[in-house]
């Protein structure tokens, strides 16, 4: 069973900057793509980012393409959100989860992650 730890979260002014982190201690994320999604009480679950196992490839939501970066530090086996240019409508609880599934793609609609995080606030403010 692995853990997936959050971290990062917060509140912040439009424009602003927030790193998320998501840890798996005693685990490596080598054969796992990993997603970060996002919840908004009354609003559906949406897909802010994916990455490959291999890491050659990333995908984003497109309102957040430009802004926000997913990357990995493998020595650590961290997965960050890095998120940009922050405005009002970003705002959510932001969730990193792992997929079975190993190779050069990743998904964003959810299907096939099994490990999740606790998830992490982000708040900004106009």
């Known amino acids: 069973q692995v853990q997936l730890v959050e971290s990062g979260g917060g509140v912040v002014q439009a424009g602003g900057s927030l790193r998320l982190s998501c840890a798996a201690p005693g685990y490596s994320l080598d054969y796992y793509a990993m997603g970060w999604f996002r919840q908004v009480p009354g609003k559906e679950r949406e897909g802010v980012s994916c990455r490959s196992s291999h890491g050659d490839m990333t995908d984003y939501l497109e309102s957040v393409v430009g802004r926000f970066t997913t990357y990995r530090d493998s020595a650590k086996s961290v997965i960050h959100l890095k998120m940009d240019n922050l405005q009002p409508e970003d705002t959510g609880t932001y969730y990193c989860?792992?997929?079975?599934?190993?190779?050069?793609?990743?998904?964003?609609?959810?299907?096939?992650?099994?490990?999740w995080g606790q998830g992490a606030q982000v708040t900004v403010s106009s």
């Open positions: 989860a792992a997929a079975m599934l190993h190779g050069s793609t990743c998904q964003r609609d959810g299907s096939g992650y099994v490990y």
